[in-house]
C-alpha cells in the first residue's frame, strides 16, 4: 500500500511518492517526465487522453477536450464534451486525471493506491475544497489530507529542518498566487497566515506576451492569426512563449520565432522590456504578500527568508521585488516547481500520525516523524444578521486565519419577539459584508422552538472547521435543546444534511 501526494496545477500534474524510507520522490509518467500537463481529451473510439498526447489533441479539436480546467473547480460550467455527448466540469475532469494518476502509481510502484494528499491554492472556497474532497471518490480514492499549496511547498523544500524561524512562502503558479507564513518550531510546523488570488499568475504573463507578438505580427504582416483557424500555430506560438520567458530569467535579451501562413515573425524582447509588460502584476502579487505580513501582526524584519516557489518565481522581476521588500531575505536554495509534491507525502506521514494510524510503504510502517502541521481558514465564515437598518449582513464567526481544526460558538437573539423558527444563512464574507456580496454556502433551518415575547440571545450557532478547512455547521436553542445541523455540500445527489 501506498500513499500518493499530488500537485494539481493549472499547468501541470505532478505526483509524489515516499520511497522504502518514506523520503519523498517523484513518479516519472510513462513518457519519463517528472510532470504531465493537465490536460484532458476524449477520442472518438472513447478513450480518455491525458497530458500532453490530450494538449496536442485538443489544438485541433477544442470542442472534445480542455486545458486550463483547475480555475473551474467550484462551478458546474461545462468545459468539453466526449463523442457520445456527455458533459464534463472541472471536477469531472480532475477525476480522469485522478484515474490516470492512480493507474500510473500502481504501475510504477506495483502497489495499491487508496488514499492521496491533494494540494489546493490557499484561497480555494470551500466550495472549490469540497469538489476536491470528492473528485477521487468516483475512483475509489480517499483524501487523506487536503494542504494548501505554499504550505506544501514548504514542507517539500525541507522547511522544517531548518529550525525554529518565520519563513513566508511566496508562490505564483501558472494561474493562482498564494502567500502564506509559516513558523516552523520544534515539532510543530505552524501556518499563521495566508492569502492569494485565484486568478492571477504564470497565465497572465503568457496572454500579454502572446498579444505583444499578434500585435507585432499583425503590423508587419497585415493579418492576425486567431485560435479557431490556426490551433497549431497557437500551440507553437504557447509553447515558444514559455521559452522565451526561461531564457530571459537567464539572459538579457532573447528572439522570438513564430510563422504562420508562410509569414515569418522575429520579435527581439529584452529582459526590461518583459519587466515592464509585467509590471502591474508583480506589483499586484507583492502588495498581496505585503498585506499577508500585516496580518500576521509582523514586519519583514521578523521574516527570516522567503521561499519563491512556483514557476512564475524564477523571473528575475519578481525577486528583485521580493529581495527589496524584504532586505535580501529570499533564498537561493529552491525547488520552484516540484516541491508542493514533495510535501503533500510529508504531510500524508503527518496526518497518518495525527490519526495515530501507521504509516505503510508496502508493508512496511514506518517510524513516527513526531511532527504535528497546523494550518489556518484562508476565508472568513460567517452568517447573515439584520442591522440597524433591517438589513443583512454579515456577522463573522470563524475569522481569516483562524487554525484548523477550529470550534467556534456565537449567540444570537431571534429577530422578532414569539419566532418559532429560525433560517441560518451560512456565508463566506468578512465582517459586515452585505448579503448581495457575500458567497452563501448554504442555509438550514431551526425550527419548532418555543415562542417566547423575550428577545434574549438564545440561539447557538457552532461552526467546526475539520483538518481539511472543511465547514460543519450547527444551530441550538438553549431554552429548549431543538438542534439542527447542516454539513455544507454542493451537489443536490450528494446533499443528505438535516
Given at each position: 500500500m501506498i500513499i500518493s501526494g499530488i500537485d494539481a496545477g493549472f499547468s501541470s500534474i505532478k505526483v509524489g511518492v515516499p520511497d522504502s524510507v518514506g523520503k519523498p520522490q517523484l513518479l516519472h509518467n510513462k513518457w519519463g517526465n517528472p510532470k504531465t500537463d493537465s490536460a484532458v481529451f476524449f477520442t472518438e473510439e472513447g478513450d480518455r487522453l491525458t497530458g500532453e498526447q490530450a494538449r496536442n489533441a485538443y489544438q485541433a479539436d477544442q470542442d472534445h477536450g480542455a486545458i486550463g480546467w483547475k480555475n473551474y473547480i467550484g462551478t458546474e460550467e461545462t468545459l468539453c464534451i466526449d463523442h457520445q455527448g456527455n458533459e464534463y466540469t472541472a471536477r469531472d475532469l480532475l477525476v480522469v486525471h485522478l484515474q490516470a494518476v492512480k493507474e500510473a502509481v500502481e504501475q510504477k510502484t506495483g502497489e495499491p493506491v487508496q488514499e492521496i494528499t491533494l494540494c489546493h491554492p490557499a484561497d480555494y472556497t470551500d466550495r472549490q475544497r469540497w469538489d476536491i474532497l470528492q473528485a477521487p471518490k468516483e475512483v475509489g480514492l480517499e483524501v487523506l489530507k487536503l494542504v494548501p499549496e505554499p504550505t506544501a511547498a514548504a514542507l517539500g523544500n525541507e522547511l522544517h529542518k531548518r529550525g525554529s524561524c518565520t519563513a513566508l512562502t511566496y508562490d505564483l503558479g501558472g494561474w493562482t498566487f498564494d502567500v502564506s507564513i509559516i513558523t516552523p518550531k520544534g515539532n510543530l510546523f505552524k501556518v499563521v497566515a495566508t492569502d492569494g488570488k485565484s486568478d492571477l499568475g504564470g497565465r497572465d504573463i503568457d496572454a500579454k506576451l502572446i498579444e505583444k507578438a499578434l500585435d507585432r505580427f499583425e503590423n508587419e504582416h497585415g493579418f492576425r492569426p486567431n485560435r479557431d483557424e490556426y490551433p497549431v500555430f497557437f500551440q507553437d506560438l504557447t509553447a515558444r512563449i514559455e521559452q522565451l520567458k526561461i531564457t530571459l530569467s537567464v539572459r538579457e535579451k532573447a528572439t522570438l520565432t513564430i510563422s504562420c501562413r508562410g509569414e515569418l515573425l522575429q520579435m527581439e524582447l529584452t529582459r526590461s522590456e518583459l519587466e515592464s509588460l509585467i509590471e502591474p502584476?508583480?506589483?499586484?502579487?507583492?502588495?498581496?504578500?505585503?498585506?499577508?505580513?500585516?496580518?500576521?501582526?509582523?514586519?519583514?524584519?521578523?521574516?527570516?527568508?522567503?521561499?519563491?516557489?512556483?514557476?512564475?518565481?524564477?523571473?528575475?522581476?519578481?525577486?528583485?521585488?521580493?529581495?527589496?521588500?524584504?532586505?535580501?531575505?529570499?533564498?537561493?536554495?529552491?525547488?520552484?516547481?516540484?516541491?508542493?509534491?514533495?510535501?503533500?507525502?510529508?504531510?500524508?506521514?503527518?496526518?497518518?500520525?495525527?490519526?495515530?494510524?501507521?504509516?505503510?510503504?508496502?508493508?512496511?510502517?514506518?517510524?513516527?516523524?513526531?511532527?504535528?502541521?497546523?494550518?489556518?481558514?484562508?476565508?472568513?465564515?460567517?452568517?447573515?444578521?439584520?442591522?440597524?437598518?433591517?438589513?443583512l449582513v454579515t456577522d463573522e464567526i470563524l475569522s481569516k486565519n483562524i487554525s484548523v481544526p477550529s470550534e467556534q460558538t456565537e449567540l444570537y437573539k431571534p429577530a422578532v419577539p414569539n419566532q418559532t423558527e429560525v433560517l441560518i444563512y451560512v456565508v463566506q464574507a468578512s465582517e459586515g459584508t452585505p448579503k448581495d456580496d457575500a458567497t452563501i454556502l448554504g442555509e438550514f433551518e431551526l425550527d419548532e422552538i418555543p415562542p417566547s415575547p423575550d428577545r434574549k440571545g438564545r440561539i447557538e450557532i457552532t461552526f467546526e472547521f475539520d483538518v481539511n478547512g472543511m465547514l460543519r455547521a450547527t444551530a441550538r436553542d438553549k431554552e429548549s435543546g431543538k438542534s439542527a445541523e447542516l454539513e455544507i455540500q454542493y451537489r443536490e445527489e450528494e446533499n443528505d444534511a438535516a
Open positions: 502584476e508583480v506589483e499586484e502579487t507583492i502588495n498581496i504578500t505585503q498585506q499577508v505580513v500585516k496580518d500576521a501582526g509582523l514586519t519583514f524584519d521578523d521574516i527570516d527568508i522567503v521561499l519563491p516557489v512556483g514557476g512564475g518565481s524564477a523571473i528575475p522581476a519578481v525577486k528583485e521585488e521580493l529581495n527589496r521588500i524584504s532586505n535580501g531575505k529570499v533564498s537561493s536554495q529552491v525547488e520552484p516547481l516540484y516541491a508542493a509534491a514533495y510535501g503533500a507525502v510529508i504531510a500524508s506521514r503527518i496526518e497518518k500520525e495525527r490519526k495515530h494510524e501507521p504509516y505503510m510503504v508496502g508493508n512496511k510502517s514506518l517510524p513516527s516523524t513526531g511532527m504535528s502541521l497546523e494550518d489556518v481558514v484562508g476565508n472568513p465564515i460567517g452568517v447573515l444578521v439584520l442591522d440597524d437598518n433591517e438589513e
